[in-house]
């Protein structure tokens, strides 16, 4: 049912869309699939009773397939319908889908919609603020599978979580930065703090901004993204010099971001992240 594309990447072979199709998943839901994007835990700024009390509430219940916005080995920004079509090697197992797909065959789509209500309870936190489901470990592809041809309910053990309110903030102000300079990764080296931004080609890596010393998460933020803005004005009039007078501006520079910017050393290693947010 799936091949290997080469590099350990495999596909469903063949239609995926006329194969869900001809087992009577509706067009329109099948759309939907393609355009429901996966997501990331939203961990960072939710905390289970057991950090409070010392003990963990969990429950079993039918978690409703529409409220899951994310899976551990799902990846991240592709469609549900995506993550089912198409894996990497070690990301999703290829022989688990078959096994899942395998059971529209062998039952009506009612009869498999139906029984995953069911089926052993697969793991899930619960985000009561968002009112948003997460799996958390056990049960990746039976809940990919599920979404994908419809199932309105899966059996789950459930984990509530509760909002840091101050802590999503700040991890909401982060993620806009992030977005703003298309920024991955910020990390510290001998030269400072290093920022690897994206383009079209990848990430590329800039290096000596200032350190994190005391200031919050908000100043912080404020102090990059101003350094940012005054190193891409620079970039602009740089760009448009001969490359020997780039050349000679740059050793008699202090800022020594300008020629990386301009240069775009593609980023091959990845350091320890540094959570800005985390710091407080």
């Known amino acids: 049912m799936y091949i290997d594309n080469g590099n350990r990447v495999y596909t469903f072979d063949g239609d995926l869309e006329g194969f869900l199709l001809d087992k009577g998943v509706e067009a329109e839901h099948i759309e939907r699939m393609k355009q429901k994007k996966l997501q990331y835990d939203k961990g960072r700024y939710y905390n289970s009773e057991y950090i409070k009390s010392g003990k963990w509430e969990r429950e079993k219940r039918l978690v409703p397939l529409s409220r899951v916005i994310g899976t551990s080995r799902g ?40 029984s995953y209500k069911n089926v052993f309870p697969v793991e899930m936190e619960y985000y009561t603020e968002e009112d948003e489901y997460y799996l958390t470990s056990d049960g990746n592809h039976r809940t990919l599978t599920a979404m994908l041809v419809g199932a309105e309910y899966i059996n789950a053990n459930v984990t509530p979580m509760y909002c840091d309110f101050e802590k999503r903030e700040k991890c909401l102000a982060v993620d806009k930065f992030y977005e703003d300079f298309g920024i991955t990764q910020i990390s ?25 010393i005391d200031e919050n998460c908000y100043e912080y933020i404020n102090k990059l993204s101003d350094e940012i803005k005054a190193d891409m004005k620079m970039v602009k009039i740089w760009s448009k010099l001969p490359k020997i007078i780039v050349t000679i501006l740059n ?3 202090n800022n020594k971001r300008i ?16 959570n800005i947010y985390d710091f407080e």
């Not at 775009?264 to 290693?269: A, D, M, N, Q, V």
């Open 75 to 114: 990846t991240v920004g592709e469609s549900v319908f995506d993550n089912v079509r198409t894996m990497e090697d070690g990301k999703r197992e290829p022989t688990r889908f078959h096994s899942c797909l395998n059971f529209i065959n062998k039952m009506s789509l009612e009869e498999l919609r139906e």
């Open 188 to 212: 510290y080296s001998y030269m400072g703090a290093e920022i690897v931004f994206t383009d079209d080609e990848g990430g590329y890596a800039v290096n000596g901004f200032p350190r994190r």
């Open 251 to 253: 050793m008699f520079s």
């Open 259 to 274: 020629i990386q910017y301009i240069e775009k050393t593609r980023h091959t290693h990845w350091d320890r992240q540094i």
